[in-house]
């Protein structure tokens, strides 16, 4: 089993407003409305290229040394949200617009280790994030801004971020 993290790239769904940061930022840059960063943007996540993880995915099912085993699959390279918004800007070639929400209750600092996948894989080439939000914004351009639906008769709504309550 592959457990990918912040994965990014063309065909992505940028319209749900509660999932994939990246996606959520470059639908804000099309409808001209600021990127908005929960808390204060400090917090650190390791950003995948899709064509990086897809075809490891696709391998892990005839390479029996995987298994039964469960594997992380990403990037290696952490960065801050505020960092990300500064690329996302640079890859749609905006100025970054940003704003600041409340912060939500969510984990700090998350990235993982990746030896267990070399070993079995082999070392791989990874795309940048640089390289792989410009590929995901030449996309989304081409696609257009997409509008997020609303979710209906959601029975939970205790502690969700005021933002995702709009």
Not at 36 to 46: E, L, N, S
Not at 92 to 99: C, F, K, Q
Not at 145 to 161: C, G, Y
Request: charged share 20%; hydrophobic share 40%; net charge negative.
């Amino acid at each position: 089993m592959c457990r990918p993290h912040n994965v990014d790239g063309d065909r992505q769904n940028i319209w749900d407003k509660y999932l994939n940061v990246v996606g959520i930022f470059m639908n804000q840059i099309l409808q001209d409305k600021p990127m908005t960063v929960f808390g204060d943007g400090t917090q650190t996540r390791a950003f995948s290229y899709i064509g990086d993880i897809a075809p490891i995915m696709a391998d892990a099912i005839a390479l029996p040394a995987a298994y039964n085993q469960i594997f992380n699959i990403g990037a290696d390279q952490p960065y801050s949200v505020n960092e990300l918004a500064e690329c996302v800007a640079q890859a749609m070639g905006v100025e970054p617009n940003v704003i600041h929400l409340p912060a939500r209750n969510e984990v700090l600092n998350a990235y993982s280790s990746h030896e267990k996948i070399q070993r079995v894989f082999g070392d791989c080439e990874l795309v940048s994030l640089q390289d792989g939000l410009g590929r995901m914004a030449e996309w989304v351009r081409q696609h257009g801004a997409r509008s997020s639906k609303k979710f209906d008769n959601v029975e939970v709504t205790k502690n969700f971020p005021q933002a995702w309550l709009v």
